[in-house]
T-cell receptor
Framework: DGGITQSPKYLFRKEGQNVTLSCEQN?????MYWYRQDPGQGLRLIYY???????QKGDIAEGYSVSREKKESFPLTVTSAQKNPTAFYLC???????????FGDGTRLSIL | GNSVTQMEGPVTLSEEAFLTINCTYT??????LFWYVQYPGEGLQLLLK?????DKGSNKGFEATYRKETTSFHLEKGSVQVSDSAVYFC??????????FGTGTRLTIIP
């Protein structure tokens, strides 16, 4: 079955450490997105990419970085510059120009 | 900019009760509107959508009508089940295809 796979499901970060969250899709979608979800809040867009080797900042990009070297993959790095990284991170994808977005099951990041 | 305002939760109902979750939006142009559902520990799943005024989206007994005159997209279901317990998100997409989400409404159905 086609879908979006996020790994790991749970991730712990030490102070001053960078961590990378994986997102892979086999839906042949052009566009991919990263969102952050905090308790009691909606989803906020971190970064998005509409084509390989190109990506744009979303509403809360500071302290995060991404790459899009392959159509199937859109990893997110949470850098040490992100001072409040504890959250639930969701990856999504869609066909360019066509909604809706399809979501992975998320990665929950916590600070040790 | 775009924004979505959802009914504050949490909402608790008895099984077979009628459900309404209110959603209003602010946007330029003519956005598409969506309801997503999130079950515990999972990502979001698309529940229904509407792409133009007066369209009605429906799925699994849920319905919502795109009302341009009131800028609303309220979610309704005639008879809820325990399995409907989840968090529901209203969202809109702009011409650049980015989604703007509401804060979510947690729904709990009691047997």
């Amino acid at each position: 079955d086609g879908g979006i796979t996020q790994s790991p499901k749970y991730l712990f970060r030490k102070e001053g450490q960078n961590v990378t969250l994986s997102c892979e899709q086999n839906l042949n979608h052009d566009a991919m997105y990263w969102y952050r979800q905090d308790p009691g809040q909606g989803l906020r867009l971190i970064y998005y990419s509409q084509i390989v080797n190109d990506f744009q900042k979303g509403d809360i990009a500071e302290g995060y970085s991404v790459s899009r070297e392959k159509k199937e993959s859109f990893p997110l790095t949470v850098t040490s510059a992100q001072k409040n990284p504890t959250a639930f991170y969701l990856c999504a994808s869609s066909l360019e120009g066509v909604q809706p977005q399809h979501f992975g099951d998320g990665t929950r990041l916590s600070i040790l | 900019g775009n924004s979505v305002t959802q009914m504050e939760g949490p909402v608790t109902l008895s099984e077979e009760a009628f459900l309404t979750i209110n959603c209003t939006y602010t946007a330029t142009g003519y956005p598409s509107l969506f309801w997503y559902v999130q079950y515990p520990g999972e990502g979001l799943q698309l529940l229904l959508k509407a792409t133009k005024a007066d369209d009605k989206g429906s799925n699994k007994g849920f319905e919502a009508t795109y009302r341009k005159e009131t800028t609303s997209f309220h979610l309704e279901k005639g008879s809820v089940q325990v399995s409907d317990s989840a968090v529901y998100f209203c969202a809109l997409s702009d011409p650049n295809e980015k989604l703007t989400f509401g804060t979510g409404t947690r729904l709990t159905i009691i047997p």
